[in-house]
């Protein structure tokens, strides 16, 4: 059973530049939620989606967006990067239908905004 | 609003005695709470949860988490602790008529000392 992949590992961007990550959920797993963790702090949900259309979002601006692909991978992308955008972002997948329940999370992204 | 706290920011703690991370939640209805423990540079690995039943709850790594209704808290314990506990653990919760947002607390970090 192959577990959540994240991609890349670390990235370093610009303020004003996008960027595009990526998640491979764990096998059979149908529902995707992305997270925002900030040094020092708890990680903040981003938005979640199940069967490609999004089921929930948390306070973040319209700048963040994301996909999900038939095959239930996930990209989250940022536009118009702001310093503050500078986090390990996190993907999560679970198996019951829209559920935060029992998620399964990969090692994360670590964004640099310069 | 559903919100959960983590009462202390940081735990230091000899290597085999007990410890105890505290975690209160607000919720007026059901919820499922969750422990997660993040070792550094790592995503979040699940330690146990609480859906319903017993509210005593065994994980992995020898932790276990009582949930309690009345004060609306889920400790976790763990009666010997190991250096390689040394680590990010995080409370979370979800509460049903939230939808499906998990909602973290802002972390404890364990400090096993030999």
């Known amino acids: 059973e192959t577990g959540v992949t994240q991609s890349p590992t670390h990235l370093i961007k610009t303020r004003g530049q996008q960027v595009t990550l990526r998640c491979s959920s764990q096998s059979g797993h149908n529902t995707v939620s992305w997270y925002q963790q900030a040094l020092g702090q708890g990680p903040q949900f981003i938005f979640q989606y199940y069967r490609e259309e999004e089921n929930g979002r ?29 986090a390990l972002y996190l993907c999560a997948s679970s198996l019951v239908r829209g559920s935060s329940y029992e998620q399964y999370f990969g090692p994360g992204t670590r964004l640099t905004v310069t | 609003a559903q919100s959960v706290t983590q009462l202390d920011s940081q735990v230091p703690v000899f290597e085999e005695a007990p ?3 505290r975690c209160n939640y607000s919720s007026s209805v059901s919820v499922y709470l969750f422990w997660y423990v993040q070792y550094p540079n790592q ?11 017993s509210t005593l709850v065994k994980g992995i790594n020898g932790f276990e988490a009582e949930f309690n209704k009345s004060q609306t808290s889920f400790h976790l314990r763990k009666p010997s ?34």
Not at chain 1, 58 to 73: I, T
Not at chain 2, 84 to 104: H, I, P, Q, R, W
């Open chain 2, 81 to 114: 602790v190991h250096i390689s506990d040394t680590a990010e653990y995080f409370c979370a919760a979800v509460a049903m008529e939230y939808g499906n947002k998990l909602v973290f607390g802002a972390g404890t970090i364990l400090r096993v000392k030999s």
């Open chain 2, 19 to 21: 410890v105890e991370l």
């Open chain 2, 43 to 53: 995503g979040l690995q699940l330690l146990l949860k609480y859906l319903s039943g």
């Open chain 1, 58 to 86: 948390g306070n973040f601006p319209p700048r963040f967006s994301g996909l999900q692909f038939p095959n239930y991978s996930s990209e989250l992308n940022v536009n118009a990067l702001e310093l503050d955008d500078s």
